[in-house]
C-alpha cells in the first residue's frame, strides 16, 4: 500500500511538471510568433535556437527521435504531449526539434482551439509531403555520421539551394 502511494504521488508530481513545461512551451511559441510579426531579432533566446546561419538544422539524437516518431506516424496529427511519451524528448528538445522542422517547411501544425478554461491548449503536428521525402533523407544521413559515436554529437542539414 505505501508503494502505490509513493508511485501515485510521482505520478502527481510529474503531471505537474509535464503541464509547466507545457506551459513554457505556449509561452515560447507566442513570443516567436510576436517577434516574428514585430521583425525584432532576438540574440541569446530559445526562440532563436532552430535557425541557422546557413538556413538549414542541426540534427542531434532528440531531434532524430522526433523526427523518427513522426515519419512512423506520417499522417497522422500528433499533440506535443504525445511526442514527448512515445519519445521520451523533454519539452524544451521536443520544441526545438518542431521548431526546426517546421521553418523548413516539413511540418505543419495547428493549435486545438475551443480548450475548457484553466486547459492547456494542446498543438497538433504533421508530416507536410515535402517532410515526408525529406525527412528520410536527413535521418539516414544522421544515422550514417553517428554510426559508433556518442549520441551527443549532431549533423548539419542545409536546405538545398534553390535552382
Known amino acids: 500500500m505505501e508503494r502505490s502511494n509513493e508511485l501515485e504521488e510521482r505520478l502527481r508530481q510529474a503531471r505537474r511538471h509535464h503541464a509547466q513545461a507545457i506551459e513554457e512551451l505556449i509561452d515560447m511559441t507566442a513570443a516567436l510568433e510576436r517577434v516574428k ?3 525584432t531579432v ?22 532524430a527521435a522526433v523526427g523518427k516518431l513522426l515519419r512512423k506516424n506520417s499522417g497522422d496529427w500528433i499533440t506535443d504531449l504525445t511526442i514527448c511519451e512515445s519519445t521520451k524528448v523533454s519539452p524544451p528538445g521536443v ?69
Open 37 to 39: 510579426r514585430e521583425g
Open 42 to 63: 532576438l540574440k541569446n533566446q530559445r526562440e532563436s535556437v532552430a535557425a541557422t546561419p546557413q538556413g538549414g538544422f542541426f540534427m542531434n539524437a532528440e531531434v
Open 95 to 163: 520544441y526545438v526539434a518542431v521548431r526546426q522542422m517546421i521553418e523548413a517547411g516539413w511540418l505543419y501544425s495547428y493549435w486545438e482551439e475551443d480548450v475548457p478554461a484553466g486547459e492547456p491548449r494542446r498543438r497538433f503536428y504533421r508530416l507536410s509531403p515535402e517532410g515526408s521525402t525529406a525527412l528520410p533523407i536527413a535521418l539516414a544521413q544522421y544515422d550514417q555520421q553517428t554510426a559508433g559515436k556518442s549520441s551527443s554529437n549532431y549533423a548539419r542539414h542545409p536546405k538545398e539551394a534553390p535552382n
